[in-house]
């Protein structure tokens, strides 16, 4: 299956401040990558979808002066979460699109944990 | 839009039993398809089983077996032979044409030895 890499895996960071968090497909080309957050002991909720060399989509509610999506490449999405709030801290999760029926492959996961 | 359902919250088996996870969804496609992710502690996703909506025939993978109604709009996960590393959140989730993933809220599974 797909190689997908997440960095980091965990992070913490004073409010105010700013968190990238980046995505890589390491054996395909992505030009589609879905952003879910994860809050304890709830869903997958899809805030964004990044297209390769084109603007994101944000889901309903989603602030994209907030969550910044940067997709410059095939293999590499970021998110920058600016200006972090404590309510940002959460479990993000990307996860590359592929093709219909395809299963999708996430990457590991940040766990953001804003103080 | 599509939205998933998963009205058990939480669940437990005894080890080496049968346990079946519910899964209701709606949507107005007729063409889409329907996975089973699970999500150990370690919080990777990894897939247990998938069925494409026109495929009649119920999935199977192993000791993991679908429930597909289409009618219904149901499509629920039956785990044969329980183990104790099936112990994890099992999400429901559908994908549309559109290539995009909707997940139910989950279900914590633990299975007791």
């Known amino acids: 299956g797909a190689v997908v890499s997440q960095h980091p895996s965990w992070v913490i960071c004073k409010s105010g401040t700013s968190v990238k968090i980046e995505c890589r497909s390491l054996?395909?080309?992505?030009?589609?990558m879905f952003w879910y957050r994860q809050f304890p002991k709830q869903s997958l909720m899809l805030m964004a979808t990044?297209?390769?060399?084109?603007?994101?989509?944000?889901e309903q509610g989603v602030e994209k002066d907030k969550f910044l999506i940067n997709h410059a490449s095939l293999t590499l999405s970021t998110l920058t979460v600016t200006s972090a709030h404590p309510e940002d801290s959460s479990f993000y999760i990307c996860?590359?699109?592929?093709?219909?029926?395809?299963?999708?492959?996430f990457g590991q996961g940040t766990r953001l944990t804003v103080v | 839009a599509q939205t998933v359902t998963q009205s058990q919250p939480e669940m437990s088996v005894q080890e080496a039993e049968t346990v079946t996870l519910s899964c209701t969804y709606d949507?107005?496609?007729?063409?889409?398809?329907l996975f089973w992710y699970k999500q150990p502690p370690s919080r990777q996703m990894i897939l247990v089983i998938r069925?494409?909506?026109?495929?009649?025939q119920n999935a199977t993978e192993n000791r993991f077996s679908v429930n597909f109604q289409k009618a219904a709009k149901s499509f629920s996960l039956k785990i044969s032979d329980s183990q104790l590393g099936d112990t994890a959140m099992y999400f429901c989730?559908?994908?549309?044409?559109?290539?995009?993933?909707?997940f139910g809220t989950g279900t914590s599974l633990t299975v007791i030895p």
């Open positions: 996860s590359p699109g592929q093709g219909l029926n395809t299963e999708a492959f």
């Open positions: 054996d395909f080309q992505a030009t589609t």
């Open positions: 990044s297209n390769e060399g084109s603007k994101a989509t944000y």
């Open positions: 949507t107005s496609e007729s063409n889409y398809y």
């Open positions: 069925q494409e909506a026109y495929k009649q």
């Open positions: 989730a559908f994908q549309n044409t559109g290539n995009q993933f909707y």
